[in-house]
C-alpha cells in the first residue's frame, strides 16, 4: 500500500519561501500522477498544482501560477512544491495526493493521501 508523507511546512513571513516534500514509501510514485492540495481553515480543500508521471505535464491553479514549483525525482520517490512570494492567503494545511489516473486540480478523489503539513503564512 502506498504512503505518502509530507514535509517542511513553517511558518514564514510573507515574500518569503519554503519547499514542501512529499514522499513515498510502500510503493513507486514511477505509476503515478501527484497533487498538491490544500485546505485553509473554514475552507474547503483545493487543488493547488499536478505533476504527469512522466513531470512533463504540470499545472497551477491561477491564484499560485508563477509562483509554485512542483517537480518530482522518481529516484528519490518523491515530490516537492517550490513556493516563493508566500502570502498570507496561502496558509493552510497541505496534502500530496497520488493517483494512477490523471490529475486535476479538482480532483478531490486521489487514491492515496498523505496526512498533510502546515503552512503558516503570518508576520
Known amino acids: 500500500q502506498l504512503q505518502l508523507a509530507e514535509s517542511g511546512g513553517a511558518l514564514v513571513q510573507p515574500g518569503g519561501s519554503l519547499r514542501l516534500t512529499c514522499e513515498a514509501s510502500?510503493?513507486?510514485?514511477?505509476?503515478?500522477?501527484i497533487g498538491w492540495f490544500r485546505q485553509a481553515p473554514g475552507k474547503e480543500r483545493e487543488g493547488v498544482s499536478c505533476?504527469?508521471?512522466?513531470?512533463?505535464?504540470?499545472k497551477y491553479s491561477d491564484s499560485v501560477k508563477g509562483r509554485f514549483t512542483i517537480s518530482r525525482d522518481d529516484f528519490k520517490n518523491t515530490v516537492y512544491l517550490e513556493m516563493n512570494s508566500l502570502k498570507p492567503e496561502d496558509s493552510g494545511v497541505y496534502y500530496c495526493?497520488?493517483?494512477?489516473?490523471?490529475?486535476?486540480?479538482?480532483?478531490?478523489?486521489?487514491?492515496?493521501w498523505g496526512k498533510g503539513t502546515l503552512v503558516t503564512v503570518s508576520s
Open positions: 495526493g497520488a493517483t494512477p489516473r490523471v490529475c486535476h486540480l479538482a480532483m478531490l478523489d486521489m487514491d492515496y
Open positions: 510502500g510503493g513507486t510514485l514511477r505509476t503515478q500522477d
Open positions: 505533476i504527469s508521471i512522466t513531470g512533463r505535464n504540470t
